[in-house]
Structures are given as structure tokens and as C-alpha cells.
């Protein structure tokens, strides 16, 4: 069973659309988080959510939305994509300090 | 600003001898210390960790070193493995918080 799994794994898209990465954990935690790793693999946190409520946002351009329906489940929206959008990002949720994370979701902006 | 720092982008070590990774923060308000293993097209994973009460952890073939004096902490591999192959990332956190600051990563490298 896959602790915190998001999908989809590889995403290309055109410049100026909109698209959402969808993130679940089944580990019962309370927090979740979103990472992004740019091309010089920089992991750098953008949000992070404790039990469906937002705790950090780290000046993150506001065409990137979180929303957590359910403590489980953090989704990333992002708008008008640009090309310095491109990266991989990682969902995680976090016990005690230490972060279990998803498998990354490979953007290419075009 | 980078507060946590990896200077070496890569290591390579024979298969059965130490790999040493080092790690390097500027913030002393840091208390807790992390060290992930990626693997390519994976997650990192959690490898080790260490508190700032105390000046080393060990688990199985992996131990962590800290020296708060030196803002300096080191991951020891022995015996280093082929499936130890991947990229090691150093992660610090402040007191009463889950974000963890990430160095660059350093890529391992184990041959036979």
C-alpha cells in the first residue's frame, strides 16, 4: 500500500493553462505538505496544512492554490502556468518531524 | 540564502568501505536533523535522524554524526552497499515546527 501517493506522476502542458496535482496519504497524519524541486534540485517547501487548515505558505505566487478537502487528501491548483513552473513537486505528510514523501509529480511547461 | 548546505555534489566508494557525507547549517536555532535517500523518479525517503540534545545516532549500517560547535553534521555509511546508490539530502528543522530546510543533495555512488 502507497503511503502518500499522487497523481499524475508526469504532467505536460501548455503555457497559460491551468492544471491540479492531487496528493492522498493513508497514514492517518495531520499534516501535509507541498515541495517543489527546481532545476538545480532545490527541495524548497510551498505550503504546508494541518488538518485541512493552512499553516505555512511560503510566498508562493498566487496562482498556486492548496486545497484540502479532508485531512487526508492536499491538492495543488495551479493557473496561468508559466515556464518557471516547470519542476517536479512532492506532496508529504509529516509524524513527530520526519516527512513521508509521495513519489513527485514531474511538471513540463511548454 | 542557503542555511543548510551539502558542498559536495557527488561521492564515489567502492562497495564494503565508508561512504562519509557531510552537511553544513548556518542557523543555531536548528534542533533537529534529517538525512533522506532519493532514488531517480522516486520520493525522498527517510533514512536517519538526530536531535540537537544529542551528538549521534545510529542506525543499522547508518550513523549520524552532529557537532553543533561546528554547525557541521556527517552521514556515515559502513559497509557501503551498490543499493546505497542514490542521492542523499541533509534536512534541518527549528523547534516547534514540521518545515524542514533541505541542503542540495550529494550523489553516492557505490561500486563493486
Known amino acids: 500500500d502507497t503511503a502518500v501517493s499522487q497523481t499524475p506522476k508526469y504532467l505536460v502542458t501548455q503555457m497559460g493553462n491551468d492544471k491540479s496535482i492531487k496528493c492522498e496519504q493513508n497514514?492517518?497524519?495531520?499534516?501535509m505538505y507541498w515541495y517543489k524541486q527546481d532545476s538545480k534540485k532545490f527541495l524548497k517547501i510551498m505550503f504546508s496544512?494541518?488538518?485541512?487548515?493552512?499553516?505555512i505558505n511560503e510566498t508562493v505566487p498566487n496562482r498556486f492554490s492548496p486545497k484540502s478537502p479532508d485531512k487526508a487528501h492536499l491538492n495543488l491548483h495551479i493557473n496561468s502556468l508559466e515556464l518557471g513552473d516547470s519542476a517536479v513537486y512532492f506532496c508529504?505528510?509529516?509524524?513527530?518531524?520526519?516527512?513521508?514523501f509521495g513519489s513527485g509529480t514531474q511538471l513540463s511547461v511548454l | 540564502d542557503q542555511q543548510v548546505k551539502q558542498n559536495s555534489p557527488s561521492l564515489s566508494v567502492q562497495e564494503g568501505r565508508i561512504s562519509i557525507l557531510n552537511c553544513d547549517y548556518t542557523?543555531?536555532?536548528?534542533?533537529?536533523f534529517l538525512w533522506y535517500k532519493k532514488y531517480p523518479a522516486e520520493g525522498p525517503t527517510f533514512l536517519i535522524s538526530?536531535?540537537?540534545?544529542?551528538d549521534k545516532n545510529e542506525d543499522g549500517r547508518f550513523t549520524v554524526f552532529l557537532n553543533k560547535s561546528a554547525k557541521h553534521l556527517s552521514l556515515h555509511i559502513v559497509p557501503s552497499q551498490p543499493g546505497d546508490s542514490a542521492v542523499y539530502f541533509c534536512?534541518?528543522?527549528?523547534?516547534?515546527?514540521?518545515?524542514?530546510?533541505f541542503g542540495t543533495g550529494t550523489r553516492l555512488q557505490v561500486f563493486p
Open positions: 538526530i536531535s540537537s540534545i544529542k
Open positions: 534536512a534541518a528543522s527549528y523547534r516547534n515546527t514540521d518545515k524542514l530546510i
Open positions: 497514514l492517518g497524519h495531520d499534516t
Open positions: 508529504a505528510s509529516s509524524q513527530e518531524r520526519k516527512l513521508f
Open positions: 496544512y494541518n488538518n485541512k487548515e493552512l499553516i
Open positions: 542557523n543555531s536555532m536548528f534542533d533537529y
